[in-house]
């Protein structure tokens, strides 16, 4: 346990949690995320790309796009373009009801939106390190033991755009 | 201690440094306009002559509280000359309006060099010709008038140069000083509108030039008018003038009452203030939300409250309010064409053309961003036009044109982008002299055919301009590689096109980044979408129409005996909407060419803000940006453009094009 909590403790100290909560070495550090739901499974994200949660707005659609990209929106002004979760986690495509909504994300000054079943609430969730090598996928973050079944924290730069990051392929 | 280490000092200079760029800007187009005035047989406008005056006077004023003597000491000679012209008693010449741009170029210049170095005394070897060219310029035909003596006396005129070593050039000793002036301001001039490019070509026109300008002064007319005045004084050709340049020492005819009147016409109204644009886009966007949340309003207790005053108030200051915050970042692209009328005057001056410059769109509102980067590829595109464009007026005369050539300076909107184009009716591009040179220099193979544009666009690689060859010959060219630099910087292009012995025009095109056009509002099922009105050919019911089925889907609709590609935009969008009874073809024009689009309604006309299209959608093809609609929803502004090319494309992988 020392030696992993050290790395840990070291790794998440560049994430800024308070000095003295890093510094009580018996306590693993905890990232805030918010999980929400998409095809019934929980799905969680790191609270601090969050700019803020919006119900469904209209969508206005686009061509000659990724399927998983619905459209774009108005958000005060701002023009802000759409992702489908469920779309972009290769899952069934959901009907919007009054549950849905879009979780706002603002990452590297661009605003993208996401598409999501519904949102549960914000857990501090232990900082992990997934090896990517070992998974090949490269839009996990960590995945997280809650009741019966687990949160999948992904990665929010995967989410949000078509080409920087690989998709899920079915052998992966 | 600098006065740069002065903070006090500081602040006051950075606001003079603002106010007296921005007023001697102005300040030279109206000298520009006084001559084109004059010259058009106008009677001298008084009113730009007092405002002229009152720039000069409020420089000096600044100026002298910063203690900034060699500038004091121009401004202060400019404004003596400025006030026998606004006193009427004397008609300004070309000769006048010439020191008077030199003037400006000088306070201009020596406001950046205060900049950088806390005074201008090290300017003091350019001040002193350029005093005694003020000076010199004619005659004071009373010397009488000259109640007041200038400020302080001029230094010599053979005082060495300056430690600082600002000065490219001294004069060589037996040079006539205003030939010497001419000289360095001419040079001052050229690094300041062109750092990169072409100093051969002034060096080698350098010299004779600047006497041409002066044998080009009307004589007959000055003695007819004021016997008394002499040629402005070249040594060479008015040895005995008695208003020889050697005599900087006679005070020029001071206007009485100068001095006096500072304090009372310093205080210039401030016509500007600068705000942060992020700010402005900010407002932009909280205005849209006002817009937005008026029209929710309006919309949900419209009913109940039908004509209700303060409703109908709400609903008008709101429009007014938009109109305003939009009109914020727009600024007329005047300001880029602002140096044109002195360059264009000064070159044809110097080289013996002539030449009449057509300034059309000066209006044109544009991102504010869009002028500052246009200004230099614009004066480039000039000068080129003007050096290697335009004929002698002999020349013109044999190949039968009039003697003055025509530049015609245009700017506008066009299908989401904002264009400047500047054509000439001179030599035209030669075609084969400039591939002959690309093959010269192994840009061409051997035996390759290349259309027209390509030959063109030759030009723009970097040296391939200067090369000796083509520029004495036709070429154009001389830093077309920066202006083509320039410009691709805001996404923008250039095309040429050229018609040997006919002219030449370029075309720089640059997109929006940030403006409002009038767009065309369609709705196709329960999406709508904006055209701009200028791509808009003409709009069309279905039901007249022809269309030809292609194999793999794609159509064609007739167009006045023509078949041209035909999109659906239901199916363009996956969106699903029925036919209706009055489903209209609405024809675009775009770079493609024409493409018949069909909606199922032209809802109506109106004005829009262009937004880009976000950042992490790149690729988007079929629209150029977007806009908010007044309910809130986002419309695709559609690209004529692009959706023309996507017609083609579609019939070029559908089967056989038309």
């Known amino acids: 346990m020392t030696q992993m909590t050290q790395d840990l403790l070291s790794a998440d100290l560049e994430l800024g949690p308070p000095a003295d909560q890093a510094a009580r070495a018996d306590v693993v550090p905890k990232i805030r995320h918010l999980v929400f739901d998409v095809g019934g499974k929980p799905f969680g994200i790191e609270l601090r790309h969050v700019r803020e949660i919006v119900g469904m707005q209209p969508i206005t659609p686009l061509h000659d796009v990724a399927k998983y990209i619905r459209g774009l929106m108005n958000l005060r002004g701002h023009v802000v373009p759409l992702v489908d979760a469920s779309l972009r986690l290769d899952l069934e495509a959901r009907d919007y009801d009054e549950r849905t909504c879009i979780i706002v994300l603002s990452l ?52 949000a755009t078509a080409s920087s990051a690989r998709a899920p392929q079915p052998n992966d | 201690m600098s006065n740069l280490d002065d903070p006090e ?19 030279e187009e109206t000298l520009i306009r006084l001559e084109t005035d004059r010259l058009a047989g106008a009677p ?11 720039t000069f006077h409020t420089v000096k004023g600044t100026a002298g509280f910063l203690a900034l003597e060699q500038t004091v000491h121009v401004a202060h000679d400019a404004e003596n000359l400025l006030a026998r012209v606004r006193s009427g008693e004397l008609e300004p010449e070309s000769r006048h309006i010439t020191v008077l741009c030199q003037a400006v170029d000088f306070l201009v210049a020596a406001v950046d060099h205060v900049g950088k170095t806390g005074d201008d005394a090290g300017l003091h070897t350019s001040a002193t010709p350029l005093i005694a060219a003020i000076r010199g310029v004619d005659d004071a035909p009373e010397p009488a008038a000259a109640l007041s003596p200038p400020p302080a006396p001029p230094p010599a005129a053979a005082a060495p140069p300056s430690e600082s070593g600002d000065e490219p050039v001294p004069a060589p000793e037996e040079a006539p000083i205003d030939e010497a002036i001419d000289e360095e301001i001419d040079e001052a001039i050229d690094e300041a509108i062109d750092e990169a490019t072409d100093e051969a070509i002034d060096e080698e026109i350098g010299e004779e030039i600047d006497e041409e300008i002066e044998d080009d002064e009307p004589a007959l007319e000055d003695e007819e008018m004021e016997p008394d005045l002499e040629e402005p004084p070249v040594a060479a050709a008015a040895p005995a003038s008695p208003s020889s340049p050697r005599a900087p020492e006679r005070p020029s005819a001071a206007k009485p009452s100068a001095t006096g009147q500072r304090q009372a016409e310093s205080a210039e109204v401030r016509e500007v203030i600068r705000v942060d644009a992020a700010r402005v886009d900010a407002l932009l966007n909280m205005v849209g939300e006002l817009v937005i949340a008026e029209n929710m309003t309006s919309r949900e207790v419209g009913q109940a409250m039908q004509g209700n005053r303060g409703l109908l108030q709400l609903q008008r200051v709101t429009r007014q309010l938009q109109d305003l915050t939009m ?42 961003s869009l002028v500052d980067a246009l200004g230099d590829p614009l004066v480039h595109l000039l000068r080129n036009a003007i050096d290697h464009g335009l004929e002698p007026p002999a020349e013109r005369l044999a190949a039968g044109k009039p003697a003055a050539g025509v530049l015609r300076l245009t700017a506008g909107h066009q299908g989401g982008e904002v264009f400047i184009q500047i054509e000439d009716d001179g030599r035209g591009i030669d075609r084969e ?55 691709e910087r805001f996404n923008g292009r250039v095309q040429v096109t050229s018609t040997l012995g006919r002219g030449s025009c370029m075309t720089l095109r640059v997109p929006l980044t940030l403006a409002i056009i ?12 904006t055209v701009p009105m200028i ?24 167009l006045r005996d023509e078949f041209v590609p035909f999109i659906r935009l239901t199916d363009l969008f996956a969106l699903g909407a029925e036919p209706e009874q009055q489903d209209i073809v609405v024809f675009l024009e775009g770079m493609g060419g024409v493409v018949g689009v069909l909606v199922n309604e032209v809802i109506g006309q109106q004005q829009t803000v262009i937004k880009p299209m976000p950042a992490l959608l790149p690729g988007i093809t079929a629209a150029s940006g977007c806009c908010i609609l007044g309910d809130g929803r986002v419309s695709l502004i559609l690209d004529g453009n692009a959706l023309s090319k996507l017609g083609r494309a579609h019939l070029g992988r559908g089967g056989k094009a038309a």
């Open chain 2, 44 to 54: 001298t406008n008084t009113e730009a002559v007092a405002s002229l005056f009152r």
């Open chain 2, 518 to 529: 009038d767009g065309m509002l369609l709705r196709v099922g329960t999406e709508r979408y």
């Open chain 1, 108 to 159: 590297d000054q661009h605003e993208v939106g996401l598409i999501v079943d519904r949102v549960q609430r914000v857990v501090d969730l232990p900082a992990t390190e997934v090896d990517t090598d070992r998974t090949r996928a490269d839009y996990l973050r960590g995945v997280h033991p809650d009741g019966d079944s687990a949160i999948v924290c992904l990665d929010p730069h995967w989410l």
């Open chain 2, 433 to 487: 002299k400039v591939l002959a040179r690309a093959r010269e220099r192994g840009l061409v193979a051997d035996g390759s055919e290349l259309s027209d544009s390509d030959v063109y666009q030759l030009l723009f690689e970097p040296g391939f301009s200067t090369a000796a060859q083509v520029t004495d010959v036709s070429g154009r060219g001389v830093g077309m590689d920066v202006v083509k630099r320039n410009v």
């Open chain 2, 535 to 558: 791509q808009v050919r003409e709009a069309v019911p279905l039901a007249d129409m022809k269309i030809a089925g292609l194999p793999g889907g794609r159509e064609l609709i007739e």
């Open chain 2, 9 to 27: 000092w500081v602040e006051v200079f950075a606001e003079f440094a603002e106010e007296s760029r921005d007023a001697l800007g102005r300040a």
């Open chain 2, 327 to 368: 009109s914020m970042r727009m600024v007329p692209v005047r300001g880029a064409f602002r140096k044109t009328r002195r360059l264009v005057r000064d070159l044809t001056q110097r080289q013996g053309k002539e030449a009449q410059l057509i300034v059309i769109g000066e209006d044109t509102e544009v991102d504010k």
